[in-house]
């Protein structure tokens, strides 16, 4: 009889960037852990999980599945046969040794205060199970983004889960898994960065950068370098040094990460155009956001990729192409991309189609559509439904007020900012 994949183990797998030999070595060390004397699991015996090969682990690896995913067997797509089939499952094993979740409120004041990630009982280990841990830590801490922007709370969670990574990262490890736990400190201090330039506090935002670039360069991770480098073409644009932004864009392009991926590559020459668009140079940015397109048509959108560029995609893309097209002065062109990004769009990105509304409103407003491009700015309203807005959402809405100013009557640019202030008052 044919097997059957296990897509349930190869999803959690895919969530959490986990690779065979990574999983094989979280279940040898949670083993060890319970039995004293480190596990046999092979990369060879995790594919033929994955295979549909072996239906039903051992009853150790079981159980140390469990402890590390914070999973039962069941969920994890597993399934006795035969003479098993019949044998009750023991009940699932605390998880919490190698599973310390992440844990905060995401939203309301309880989000005001920083995420703690150090247990108060510490693995006497650190291995593969840390790595898969804080993993997902990240993915809550893009999760939290997604709800509230950047701010305080959380820069200081992400700085709370560099400085455990690097704790875990003194203690005794392998050179592999040392490597992975100054990635995930890379992350996390970029992350710390983010908030702060979704925030528009940019002071800050610099020091995290060069700390995080520095740790991916201790981890020799090309995934985590192209991240920040992205992160510092944002930086700069925001800061206006368009110079600085071209140079950080183009630095993303020689990463080995966008040298082999398409996806990587498409966003790093979307990265350039913009800033080649505010430096003046509206040919080479239309160069580049030609390239971005090509690289982005003929990239694998469905492959498995790393959190933080789960974001970018063909939506994104059109978001980016309506900034290029505004600034360089084409502004029909970039209201057709703004509602080519809009449709494209997932309901779920809110924040997104908020900015992508304001882009849409702007290039409507500099085409002379005064009352479409204030009636479109108003959707903004119900988009947020009255939440607090990241700083970087108010500054675009500050430029759309100042253009406003400059082609409106008085009496529209004043009844917008009444509207504005009585909406969003509140920080």
């Not at 990460?257 to 398409?262: I, M, Y």
């Not at 009352?371 to 500054?395: C, H, K, N, W």
Request: proline share 4%; aromatic share 6%; charged share 25%.
């Amino acid at each position: 009889m044919a097997e059957t994949r296990n897509d349930a183990l190869a999803a959690w797998m895919t969530e959490h960037q986990t690779s065979a030999g990574e999983l094989a070595d979280a279940v040898n060390e949670a083993i060890r852990d319970f039995t004293g004397r480190l596990g046999t699991t092979s990369e060879r015996t995790v594919f033929r999980w994955l295979s549909g090969e072996n239906r039903w682990p051992q009853a150790r690896q079981r159980r140390a599945l469990e402890a590390v995913t914070g999973q039962t067997t069941a969920a994890l797509g597993f399934a006795p046969r035969g003479k098993f089939a019949a044998a009750p499952e023991p009940p699932p094993k605390d998880p919490s040794v190698h599973r310390r979740r992440f844990c905060g409120a995401a939203t309301g004041t309880a989000a005001a205060a920083a995420v703690p990630l150090i247990a108060a009982s510490r693995p006497s280990r650190v291995g593969t199970s840390d790595v898969i841990r804080l993993r997902d830590s990240i993915d809550t801490l893009t999760a939290l983004d997604a709800e509230r922007g950047g701010h305080n709370a959380l820069e200081r969670a992400a700085l709370a889960g560099a400085a455990e990574a690097l704790d875990l990262q003194r203690r005794s490890a392998t050179q592999r898994v040392r490597a992975r736990l100054y990635a995930l400190a890379s992350d996390f201090t970029a992350t710390a960065a983010w908030s702060l330039i979704d925030a528009g506090r940019l002071d800050g935002a610099g020091k995290h950068l060069d700390r995080a670039l520095t740790l991916a360069g201790m981890a020799q991770d090309p995934e985590m370098t192209m991240q920040v480098w992205n992160l510092c073409a944002m930086l700069a644009r925001q800061r206006k040094d368009f110079g600085e932004a071209v140079a950080a864009a183009q630095a993303a392009q020689s990463t080995w990460a966008a040298r082999r991926s398409r996806l990587h590559a498409s966003l790093a020459h979307a990265r350039t155009a913009i800033g080649l668009a505010h430096a003046g140079d509206r040919r080479a940015a239309l160069r580049s956001l030609g390239r971005a397109e090509d690289a982005l048509s003929k990239a694998d959108t469905t492959e498995p990729r790393a959190t933080w560029i789960t974001f970018y995609g063909p939506a994104e893309l059109y978001s980016l192409t309506a900034i290029v097209r505004d600034v360089v002065g084409d502004p029909a062109e970039a209201e057709a991309a703004s509602y080519r990004a809009l449709t494209a769009l997932p309901e779920t990105y809110r924040r997104n189609r908020a900015h992508t509304t304001v882009r849409l409103a702007l290039a409507q407003l500099h085409q002379g559509e005064v009352e479409q491009a204030y009636t479109t700015s108003t959707d903004v309203f119900q988009i947020m439904a009255g939440d607090p807005l990241p700083g970087r959402m108010r500054q675009l809405l500050g430029d759309f007020h100042r253009d406003l100013i400059t082609q409106a009557p008085p009496r529209i640019a004043h009844e917008w900012a009444d509207r504005y202030r009585t909406e969003w008052s509140t920080p």
